[in-house]
């Protein structure tokens, strides 16, 4: 009795790694799983962001849209990358244009506070540079 438990527990054991070091939960965890997790971090923020505006800055922010969005694609603002003939989306004009028409799009917010904690932890002394 007790060597065919024994048989039958080495045999799942065996099938249960092989399983493992087949599919490589490393692998996984870290690239689809943090992946979908930030994306959906990312998206609940920004929403929470969008949706925390007044109607009227909503209201701007679909002119400054539209305005911005036309402007960063028209070709002679268009940005040379290899491997496209026709250029690309200037997001970095779209952004400036956002912000100086007053609705920051939610990665020039982000990278605001990000900039506004690493000025107060070098007032604190935490960071030297």
Same mark, same amino acid.
């Given at each position: 009795?007790?060597?065919? /438990?024994?048989?039958?527990?080495?045999?799942?054991?065996?099938?249960?790694?092989?399983?493992?070091?087949?599919?490589?939960?490393?692998?996984?965890?870290?690239?689809? *799983?943090?992946? /979908? &997790?930030?994306?959906? %971090? *990312?998206?609940? /923020?920004?929403?929470?962001? *969008?949706?925390?505006?007044?109607p009227e800055m909503? @209201?701007? $922010?679909?002119k400054n849209q539209?305005?911005?969005?036309?402007? @960063? &694609?028209?070709? #002679?603002? %268009?940005?040379?990358?290899?491997? *496209? #003939?026709?250029?690309?989306?200037?997001e970095p004009m779209?952004?400036?244009?956002?912000?100086?028409?007053?609705?920051?799009?939610?990665?020039?917010?982000?990278? %605001?506070? @990000?900039?506004?904690? $690493?000025?107060?932890? %070098?007032? /604190?002394?935490?960071?030297?540079?």
């Amino acid at each position: 009795m007790q060597i065919h /438990r024994a048989k039958t527990r080495l045999l799942l054991l065996t099938g249960f790694i092989l399983l493992l070091t087949g599919c490589s939960i490393s692998d996984w965890y870290n690239g689809y *799983y943090v992946d /979908r &997790s930030s994306m959906k %971090r *990312y998206t609940k /923020r920004s929403d929470a962001y *969008y949706n925390a505006e007044s109607p009227e800055m909503k @209201a701007l $922010r679909k002119k400054n849209q539209a305005y911005c969005s036309d402007l @960063a &694609s028209r070709p #002679e603002n %268009r940005i040379v990358e290899i491997g *496209y #003939e026709n250029r690309v989306f200037n997001e970095p004009m779209y952004s400036v244009c956002m912000e100086k028409g007053g609705t920051p799009t939610f990665g020039t917010y982000e990278s %605001r506070q @990000a900039e506004k904690r $690493r000025e107060e932890r %070098r007032a /604190r002394g935490e960071i030297v540079l």
